[in-house]
């Protein structure tokens, strides 16, 4: 059975790896100025994807994703599923309010695939291609994320039980928090497209 001391290290190390900005940081070392003054103003992979390097926003949703992946499954190795899980979810938050700048970070998505790759494969990948399937019909990131991670409980649960189930829906609820502007633009269909230009959106 996890120990409370165990369970806030656990979360502890998921919120200090998951709060490394890695898109600001990559862009900043590519000579590209700092990233949240481009497109949506997000560290992530998408709004990496607005500078037109499309290496370097591979870069960041890999780096996004494998910081996630990397703290649940140090987390399971150490202390078993439980600890996974809280680590998972610390990882998501550190992304999203990273102490390191101000408590204004990313949306997490990429994070979250990490995530639940690590905790439960089969949740992870299908969400990879629920994520894969609406960007391919809609060409809209926000709403492809949204869709994937909306699903994700009813598969948590299929797949790994109330546990996993229980880090989907705290997942979701946080990225459909963090998504708020976009899906405002999505109800009044001025959400940008995967691969639109520059232009600084709220």
Known sequence: MLTPIAGVLAALLGYLLGSIPFGLVLTRMAGLGDIRQIGSGNIGATNVLRTGNKPLALATLLLDSGKGAIAALLALWWAGPEAAVLAAGGAMLG???PVWLGFKGGK???TAIGVLLAVSWPVGL???LTWIVMAALFRI???SA???LGLSPLTGWYFGG???AGLCLFIA???FIRHEANIRRLLK?????????KKKAA
């Open 95 to 97: 992304h999203s309010f």
């Open 108 to 110: 997490g998505v990429a």
């Open 126 to 128: 299908l969400a990879c």
């Open 141 to 143: 990131s926000s709403l």
């Open 146 to 148: 949204l869709t994937a």
């Open 162 to 164: 109330p546990l996993v």
């Open 173 to 175: 609820v946080l990225v």
């Open 189 to 197: 269909g001025e959400e940008p497209k995967i691969g639109a230009g």
